[in-house]
């Protein structure tokens, strides 16, 4: 053979571990990986996000503050118009904009990339989740943030109206648009939470019966940060967070309901897999009723044909 064909075997990979085991220095190389690849999604997001700035992002971020009354802004019915304090703030602040539009952008890539280090510590049929995390996600996200989007108007307006009516407002661009994403982004955040709690559930850390004790705690705990991420404290605004979170918390809690229900069926029936063909089986003690299985006789004659006699019966009538 020759030299060659034999460093082409060499270079072969090594069969795959059927048990997925990881060393460390494997899970270290796995997660370097995985963050590059996010990285690099990042950085694409944000060249689309720093293109997309003046081809309607701005005018969509600002458009809750050109909506509030114009006497509660200093150009009165004029367009309305961010100050920008230095020489470099407009080009810091199109860079932070396009960095948060970016990460937007490329969320379902670097969600997939999260779950894809996830899930090796999971079972084979339980990694067809990896779509559905990734979809939904996203979708929970987009949600929080149009949720945010929407109430923010009733927010600014209340906000601002709060100075009196001989008070107008002359905003900076860093400072409004900073308040803007960041309430984007806590409240797509907090609507990514109650899925945390069923990927924590699909991964063994937490079960439905801890979940299920701490319902209260949840909702209670859901509320006061609802009160504390919203922009007013007014109820009408907090409800409009508090309650879908509540909703998507309580759909947590009963998936993992049926999550645990299969897992604890998939391990009834591997239980017995272990046991050796020498080697007599564990037995069910529990009671059951006495005729709740059918004898073989009954079984065989089950569909209506006419029995045969049983052997060592006798035929007489």
């Not at 932070?96 to 539009?101: E, S």
């Not at 979708?139 to 949720?147: H, P, S």
């Not at 905003?171 to 945390?196: C, H, K, R």
């Amino acid at each position: 053979m020759s030299a060659s064909g034999t460093r082409g075997r060499r270079r072969r990979r090594p069969p795959r571990d059927p048990e997925a085991t990881m060393t460390l220095v494997a899970h270290l190389t796995e997660l370097r990986n995985r963050i590059a690849k996010a990285l690099l999604a990042l950085a694409l997001g944000t060249v689309v996000g720093f293109l997309w700035y003046d081809h309607g992002l701005l005018a969509f971020l600002t458009e809750p503050y050109c909506s509030v009354p114009p006497q509660l802004r200093f150009q009165g019915s004029q367009d309305c118009q961010l100050v920008v304090l230095d020489v470099f703030g407009g080009l810091l602040l199109r860079l932070k904009v396009g960095v948060i539009a970016g990460a937007v952008l490329s969320s379902p890539f670097w969600l997939y990339q999260l779950w894809a280090f996830i899930t090796p510590g999971l079972k084979r049929n339980e990694k067809r989740y990896t779509v559905a995390f990734v979809a939904a996600s996203s979708t929970l996200f987009a949600l929080g943030a149009v949720l945010a989007y929407v109430t923010l108007y009733k927010g600014l307006e209340l906000l601002l109206g709060l100075a009196g009516d001989e008070v107008a407002f002359q905003l900076t661009a860093p400072d409004y648009l900073g308040f803007v994403i960041s309430l984007l982004v806590a409240f797509g955040l907090s609507f990514e939470l109650p899925l945390v709690l069923v990927a924590l559930n699909l991964v063994g850390v937490l079960s439905h019966a801890a979940l299920a004790r701490s319902r209260r705690w949840i909702f209670f705990l859901t509320i006061v940060f609802a009160a504390f991420v919203t922009p007013t404290q007014d109820p009408f605004t907090m409800l409009a967070m508090a309650v879908p979170m509540v909703l998507l918390f309580e759909l947590a809690i009963q998936v993992a309901r049926v999550v645990d229900k299969r897992r604890a069926r998939r391990d009834a029936l591997e239980h017995f897999h272990d046991v050796g063909d020498d080697e007599a089986s564990p037995l069910d003690a529990r009671p059951s009723a006495v005729d709740a299985a059918p004898t073989p006789y009954e079984e065989l004659h089950r569909d209506g044909a006419a029995p045969h006699p049983r052997p060592g019966a006798s035929s007489r009538g």
